[in-house]
C-alpha cells in the first residue's frame, strides 16, 4: 500500500528527498498507538516503518486480524510478518496522494481504538470486528445478523467510508494456516492424462 503523495519529480532521487519527512511523519501520526521498531538514536526510520502489534493486553489481536481488519476499511494489507514476526512493515511510496495516505493513517488508528475496545471490555474478546474480519457484502446485507456490533461498524467504520465509495472484500475470513498447511489440487486426476485418453 502506498502511503505518499507524488510530487512530480522527474528523478528518483529528488523523489525520495521529497518524500522521506513524509515517511517520517506517518510514522510520528501512529507512535502514540503502535511502538514503531528500528528507529535511529534521533528517532528516525528508514524508507519504511514497522509496527509493533505483538502485545495487546488484555485481548488476543495480532497481525492477521489487523490485516484482514484492514480489508473493511478499503486498504490492502501491508507486508506483514516480516522482517520481525507479529508486525507490519509499512513502506510508503510516490503511489498515492495525500488524502488516500491520510485515510490509510485513520484507517490504522481507528483499528487500534477497535483493539480498546476489546481490552476495555467494550466489546466481546472473541466476537468482535477484528476477529470476525473482513465483513462481504454478503453477510452485510444477509436478512439476519447475529454479531454483537452493528452491520455499520463493521462495514462502514469512518465517515469517509460510504456506498458510492465502498470496496467490498470478495471473501469473509479464512484460516491462511491452514491452507498453507493442508494444500489441495482442483486438477483433473493423473489418469484423465493417460496416453489412452489422449490418443482418443
Wanted: overall charge negative; some cysteine; hydrophobic content about 35%.
Amino acid at each position: 500500500m502506498g502511503l505518499h503523495q507524488t510530487n512530480g519529480s522527474s528523478s528518483d532521487e529528488e523523489g525520495n528527498r521529497g518524500c522521506y519527512p513524509e515517511r517520517q511523519l506517518h510514522g510520528k501520526q501512529l507512535e502514540p498507538y503502535y511502538p514503531i521498531m528500528f528507529k535511529n538514536v534521533n528517532g528516525f526510520c528508514a524508507h519504511e516503518f514497522i509496527l509493533d502489534v505483538r502485545n495487546f493486553p488484555g485481548c488476543n489481536v495480532g497481525v492477521m486480524d489487523i490485516a484482514k481488519r484492514l480489508q473493511d476499511y478499503g486498504f490492502h494489507a501491508p507486508t506483514t510478518s516480516w522482517p520481525v514476526v507479529n508486525t507490519m512493515m509499512i513502506e510508503p511510496t510516490e503511489s498515492e496522494d495525500k488524502a488516500e495516505m491520510d485515510r490509510y493513517i485513520d484507517a490504522l488508528i481507528n483499528i487500534r481504538h477497535e483493539i480498546q475496545e476489546i481490552q476495555d471490555g467494550i466489546a466481546d474478546h472473541d466476537d468482535n470486528v477484528l476477529k470476525r474480519a473482513p465483513h462481504t457484502m454478503a453477510k452485510i446485507t444477509a436478512d439476519e445478523w447475529d454479531r454483537p456490533y452493528s452491520r455499520k461498524k463493521a462495514a462502514y467504520p469512518l465517515p469517509w467510508i460510504t456506498s458510492d465509495r465502498k470496496i467490498w472484500p470478495a471473501v469473509a475470513r479464512v484460516d491462511d494456516a491452514y491452507g498453507d498447511q493442508n494444500v489441495f489440487c482442483t486438477c483433473p486426476p493423473l489418469e484423465a492424462y493417460s496416453i489412452d485418453d489422449l490418443a482418443k
